[in-house]
């Protein structure tokens, strides 16, 4: 199983990026999707998550600015995040919750069954 975030870059603050999140030897259907963040020297943070339906929750740091969404035939979920922060600077990761037949989706780190590499989001004042 694979995971891999990309689409990160460097971005003035108030702009926009698009993270996606490629994987491969799962069957999407059967998992939730979860976005994690972690800053230099912080904790690593979940911010985002999606069910095998489609509905999400999201931290209070990124609620109402960032939307998650996914393409179970590419294999694929995406970050659309909006209105960037300083404080948004980090690497991002997407990790994968083996769910089966349940619709719901968590942002704890614990409850993560694989992991992706990050891709770094740098946005600038």
């Known amino acids: 199983v694979q995971l891999q975030a990309s689409g990160g870059g460097l971005v003035q603050a108030g702009g926009s990026l698009r993270l996606s999140c490629t994987t491969s030897?799962?069957?999407?259907?059967?998992?939730?999707i979860a976005w994690f963040r972690q800053a230099p020297g912080k904790e690593r943070e979940g911010i985002a998550c999606?069910?095998?339906?489609?509905?999400?929750d999201y931290s209070d740091s990124v609620k109402d600015r960032f939307t998650a969404s996914r393409d179970n035939v590419n294999h694929a979920s995406y970050l659309q995040m909006n209105s960037l922060k300083p404080e948004d600077t980090a690497v991002y990761l997407c990790?994968?919750?083996?769910?089966?037949?349940?619709?719901?989706?968590?942002?704890?780190?614990?409850?993560?069954?694989?992991w992706g590499k990050g891709t770094l989001v740098t946005v600038s004042s």
């Open positions: 999606i069910t095998r339906s489609g509905s999400t």
């Open positions: 990790a994968a919750d083996e769910v089966i037949s349940s619709d719901y989706c968590s942002r704890y780190r614990s409850y993560m069954d694989y």
């Open positions: 030897g799962l069957i999407m259907d059967g998992y939730a």
